[in-house]
């Protein structure tokens, strides 16, 4: 029996036949490296095994546990000194099903005790050139001593309890194993010498105003905290080297810090004593606020804060905070200064009311009062929308030099003008960006309390993607800050924004998948690249309705929970229906890149007069046409077979058997339906990258005409170098263009178009440039 290639043209009813020859495609299906669908396989053994703790579906388990920790705190801060004493009870609840032999306590300030390893970790050769301040802090200066001092430990009963300290991690050696159910109370007793933010580059710390003398304090870290355990370590006790941040349990807090009588201060969970630290006039001007949903009301003027400046008064007020019942958080921070205007506005939130708040010194302004709580406001409400409804009570953004840190309920954010007021673009929208991202942070990781220890991505990343759509709406809404017919000026979330990264130097370049410590490039690899891959994924895989509705089941499932990343991507796959393990693979598990090109085009023409493939079949097998049941031929558009055949016919005049078919099995009505195709053209598309991507393509025809087809990335699950399709059509074909709107981050686009576009090069841009001038 003969066997032929059936080529089936997009047109009702017809079939057009190309014959190959059987053995030449057998030959071409073996080839090394053709069919490969390793990209498309399942993770299964990238993924950790499904159990009754983490649920296939990426849900908690039946047997999901956390564990709790709730702190009762009495903090003193000692401003003339910049010194910060506490002491603190503990009480751990055992919910695992295990016995704990021992805890651990994280020490997180011991990163700049004298005696820390942090320093030492990393290599480096000579820098030529310095700045002097750095030189000097490099060679001239002591190591700052900030470690904690640990004056107790002590059981409930105040008995001393044994401890080893190592680095930034202490181990608390009970007298007998803490059973599963139980809890236990002790106490710790330290202090602490306060960094200079500014000079040390400290998470947290201080800023000295020299022109007026006052501090103007953030302070986080400052307390030993609770290490998580969890199905997944067990104790995560793994050593605070200063970049992979925090992984704590969540509890109840209550927390009171006493501090100078002129300062204003604000914290992690609801003020206790309001009366009794804010003036009359505050209190006024509070109760205002709580009303005022359209602009901020200033609770602490400006010429009041710099009335303050001048007391540095020896009184002192202690602050009483208390976490919300039902409500806890995982952390505790405040800010603490003489220097700060304080400024408010409610914002609803799913029916309740959240206070956006902003805390800074005269140095911010104007550019703070303007702007910092409008993006408190914004971030709540985007997010909110996206995940869920914000359930604390305020969300306080926080003026502090060249920081962005976060903790639940508060933030510290850069963005300071120039002494004169003035600021640059740069600078107002440096600002927005990083108040809508620290901010943001109380969705991820205050709330989804990922491990950011281990897994910097599932905060920053989220986070990051969450404030690209949130300054994007931020630029809709506020046409006092972006022009109506302008954008938001997002440094990162477009997809053309990681191409210089991804098409970077792959020795310095590390998976999304990485321990935060062991990456060149934090910022890319932590930040832009996993808040870009979100945006693909919604803007261009998934859609960004079924996006939408699987990130926020996310959200919802693990809000005031520990997510691991299979249960981020499970759930993904569990709310949409998309399978997306290639999705992951390469944009997480690889430092691959995306190009795709467009590799030839070939022109074909239909004929019903046999080409030369098929007059040597038939001449080999002693058949005649008349052997044959009709047959429709493709011919190569300047081949052996269009000189022959074809050459000055009109296409339309080239196939008179097709023509007959139509008449004998088409009704009028079909056929005046029917466009014959004039032209056939086979692409072929190669994929020099190693991310499989959808195909996105435009087709330009001779009449100004263009259509717009993507085809799904499965298109390269057999073969993940090249693809050909086949396009049938009424209208000559001019022109292709592949991702023509810049979706995929492609790093390279001179093969993204046919006829292939003539690319300059640098020496002739640079003339135009130098011409252009």
């Not at 300071?416 to 107002?428: L, M, Q």
């Not at 430092?591 to 090109?597: A, K, L, Q």
Request: charged residues 25%.
């Amino acid at each position: 029996m003969m066997k032929f290639k059936y080529c089936f043209a997009s047109i009702p009813f017809l079939f057009a036949v190309a014959l190959v020859a059987q053995e030449e495609e057998q030959k071409e299906e073996r080839k090394p490296g053709h069919y490969n669908q390793s990209r498309f396989k399942q993770l299964y053994e990238e993924f950790s095994t499904p159990n009754t703790y983490r649920s296939a579906t990426g849900k908690p388990g039946p047997d999901y546990y956390q564990q709790q920790a709730d702190y009762v705190m009495n903090i003193e801060l000692d401003d003339k000194n910049a010194k910060i004493y506490g002491e603190e009870t503990i009480t751990y609840h055992n919910n695992s099903p295990d016995d704990l032999e021992f805890l651990w306590v994280q020490l997180d300030q011991n990163v700049r005790a004298k005696d820390s390893k942090s320093p030492l970790r990393d290599g480096g050769g000579v820098t030529l050139t310095y700045r002097t301040s750095s030189f000097a802090k490099k060679y001239l200066t002591k190591p700052f001593d900030g470690g904690f001092n640990i004056e107790h430990v002590k059981d409930a009963n105040g008995r001393p309890l044994s401890y080893t300290i190592n680095q930034t991690m202490m181990r608390i050696n009970t007298p007998q194993a803490l059973k599963s159910g139980e809890k236990i109370s002790f106490s710790i007793k330290w202090w602490y010498n306060i960094p200079e933010h500014t000079v040390n580059r400290a998470r947290s710390g201080y800023e000295h105003f020299s022109k007026d003398g006052n501090n103007a304090y953030v302070i986080a870290q400052f307390f030993p905290r609770m290490a998580v355990y969890s199905d997944v370590e067990g104790w995560q006790n793994h050593q605070f080297w200063g970049r992979g941040e925090f992984a704590l349990p969540f509890g109840n807090y209550e927390v009171n810090i006493t501090v100078p009588a002129d300062h204003v201060l604000d914290a992690t969970g609801v003020l206790q004593n309001r009366k009794e630290v804010y003036t009359k006039e505050m209190m006024k001007r509070y109760a205002q606020a709580k009303k005022s949903y359209d602009k901020p009301v200033i609770i602490v003027t400006q010429a009041e804060a710099e009335e303050a400046e001048k007391g540095f008064s020896e009184k002192k007020k202690t602050w009483k905070f208390k976490t919300e019942p039902g409500k806890m958080v995982r952390d505790f921070g405040f800010a603490t200064s003489r220097k700060f205007i304080l400024d408010m506005q409610a914002v609803n939130i799913g029916g309740k009311d959240v206070m956006a708040v902003s805390m800074y010194p005269k140095e911010g302004n104007p550019l703070w009062e303007e702007f910092s709580t409008k993006a408190v406001v914004q971030t709540l409400q985007t997010y909110s929308k996206h995940t869920f409804d914000y359930p604390y009570h305020k969300a306080i953004s926080v003026h502090a030099k060249r920081q962005g840190m976060e903790y639940p309920m508060i933030c510290w954010n850069y963005g300071r003008p120039n002494e004169d007021g003035t600021y640059s673009d740069r600078v107002k929208y440096g600002m927005i960006s990083v108040i809508i991202h620290e901010v943001g942070h109380n969705f991820f990781p205050m709330i989804v309390n990922s491990d950011e220890r281990q897994w910097g991505w599932m905060d920053e990343g989220l986070d990051t993607f969450m404030q690209y759509l949130t300054e994007q709406e931020f630029g809709k809404n506020f046409p006092e800050v972006v022009a109506p017919n302008e954008k938001y000026p997002s440094r990162r979330g477009e997809a053309a924004k990681i191409v210089p990264y991804m098409a970077g130097d792959q020795n310095h370049i590390s998976p999304i998948m990485s321990n935060p410590e062991n990456v060149y490039q934090l910022g890319p690899n932590a930040y832009a690249k996993p808040a870009t891959a979100l945006n693909i994924l919604r803007e261009t895989v998934m859609g960004k309705e079924l996006f939408d509705h699987a990130f926020k089941t996310y959200a919802q499932r693990w809000k005031f929970k520990h997510p691991t990343p299979e249960d981020f991507f499970r759930t993904m796959e569990d709310a949409s229906a998309v399978d997306l393990d290639w999705f992951w693979r390469s944009w997480f598990y690889t430092t691959d890149y995306v190009d795709i090109g467009i590799k030839e085009v070939k022109k074909y023409y239909v004929t019903d007069r046999p080409i030369k493939a098929m007059r040597e079949y038939m001449a080999a097998r002693n058949l005649t046409e008349a052997d044959l049941f009709p047959l429709v031929y493709l011919a190569e558009e300047n081949s052996e077979d269009y000189d022959e055949l074809l050459k000055g016919k009109q296409p339309s005049d080239t196939s008179t058997t097709l023509k007959e078919y139509m008449m004998d099995n088409m009704t009028p009505e079909e056929r005046a339906q029917v466009k014959e195709p004039k032209y056939i053209y086979e692409v072929t598309f190669d994929k020099p990258g190693g991310i499989p991507m959808p195909l996105i393509v435009e087709y330009s025809y001779a009449d100004g005409t263009k259509e717009n087809v993507t085809y799904p990335p499965e298109i390269w699950r057999k073969n993940d170098a090249e693809v050909k399709r086949v396009i049938s059509s009424e209208k000559e074909l001019v022109g292709i263009t592949i991702d023509p709107k810049l979706e995929t981050a492609d790093i390279d686009t001179t093969n993204n178009a046919w006829p292939m576009e003539e690319q300059k090069s640098d020496f002739d841009q640079f003339k135009e440039k130098v011409k252009g001038k």
